[in-house]
């Protein structure tokens, strides 16, 4: 499957208030100057949608958490450093669960209840 075939499935998962989200408050800062770099691109793609609906599944749940002047945001932002390229996903949900944050990089954590991650 290509990488438009898998957004769109992936995208096809999505609730409707996440889908929501995605449209309104996403934010995008790509460095236009990066380098040429060596990936694999299945797996980085798997790696930023795992990131990308995290990040929607937090927004949307402190949405419905708290009052109305909540403003979900997600942020990716791509940067070169020296001979590597740092990737950002960054939100502003309900965030990692202290007891989670030092397993946030093991496999097959799931800090929500209803969706594996």
Known sequence: MGKGG???QRQ???????????CNA???DLDSNLSPVDVVPQE?????LNLI??????????????DRTYRPAL????????ESVEVRVRDNGVGVP?????????HFL????????
């Open 6 to 8: 898998e957004i769109r």
């Open 12 to 22: 096809a998962g999505l609730t409707i208030a996440e889908r929501s989200i995605l």
């Open 26 to 28: 996403l934010e995008r």
């Open 44 to 48: 980085l793609i798997r790696v930023l």
């Open 53 to 66: 609906g995290k990040g929607l599944y937090a927004a949307n749940k402190r949405s419905s958490e708290s």
């Open 75 to 82: 942020k990716v932002t791509t940067r070169e450093l020296g």
């Open 98 to 106: 202290p007891e989670n944050r030092d397993k946030l990089f093991q």
């Open 110 to 117: 799931h800090d929500q209840a209803d969706r594996p991650g």
